[in-house]
């Protein structure tokens, strides 16, 4: 999930307020712990989503890489080595926690997918005065950018094993084999980053976009503070 150009409620708002609805509703999803306040966080999530004018669809796609370990905890604390073989009650903490994650991941993406790497830069720059806030920045900017880069190397990489047949290859040289690719991938890109730096006269404080809050921006962040207060309030 990377940021694309748009015209949706959420790429109208201000970081600020996409950030402080991300950290409450974080909160309230791990303050809800029931199946009925986990519904009602879908039903938030979703609107989300459909406000980043997202697919839930596509953006499970694009976690395809977590959804493996979210499935997988609940089935191991589940898994009895004798009858019954599985045990319903024990997986059901495991899951509600799993589920939660998801849907925390499922806001997250619809932030990233509005928010342009500057403003985030901008909004944590000045949530966090000073030096700290401009490593931070600096940090949160790398991030954004570097990431789907690597994973675009490691996607291009097992597409060209599977090209050559690599997919035959037993399951531990596989993984080998993208994990060796990948490392070296990501060497030559931090190298590549240093030199860049170097060549754009990197600086602490760059000149970062203008940020503003009108009162779409006024009524998120109002909601969001409501949503995290009535969520530590339970």
Do not use: I
Not at 42 to 51: E, H, Q, R, S
Not at 69 to 92: I, K, N, Q, S, T
Not at 97 to 103: E, F, G, I
Request: proline share 6%; glycine share 6%; charged share 20%.
């Amino acid at each position: 999930m990377r940021y694309e150009p748009g015209e949706s409620l959420l790429h109208a708002l201000d970081p600020r307020s996409k950030l402080a609805l991300q950290v409450a509703f974080a909160v309230a999803a791990f303050a809800h712990t029931t199946p009925r306040g986990l519904a009602a966080l879908t039903l938030l999530a979703l609107g989300v989503l459909a406000a980043a004018r997202l697919s839930p669809v596509a953006v499970v796609s694009d976690l395809r890489v977590v959804l493996p370990f979210l499935v997988l905890a609940p089935l191991v604390e589940g898994a009895r080595l004798g009858a019954p073989w599985f045990d319903v009650a024990a997986a059901r903490f495991p899951a509600l926690a799993a589920y939660r994650v998801l849907l925390v991941l499922l806001v997250s993406a619809a932030y990233v997918h509005t928010t342009r790497t500057r403003q985030s830069r901008a909004a944590v720059q000045w949530l966090v005065p000073g030096r700290v806030g401009q490593l931070l920045g600096m940090g949160v900017a790398l991030v954004f950018r570097f990431v789907p880069v690597l994973l675009d190397d490691v996607r291009r990489s097992r597409a060209a094993m599977r090209a050559r047949l690599g997919s035959e290859r037993p399951l531990r040289d596989r993984m080998r084999l993208v994990a060796t690719s990948g490392l070296n991938r990501a060497f030559a890109r931090a190298d590549a980053l240093a030199v860049a730096l170097q060549a754009r006269c990197f600086a602490y404080n760059p000149t970062l976009p203008p940020l503003s809050f009108d009162r779409r921006d006024w009524v998120v962040t109002l909601s969001a503070f409501a949503l995290a207060v009535g969520a530590l309030a339970v």
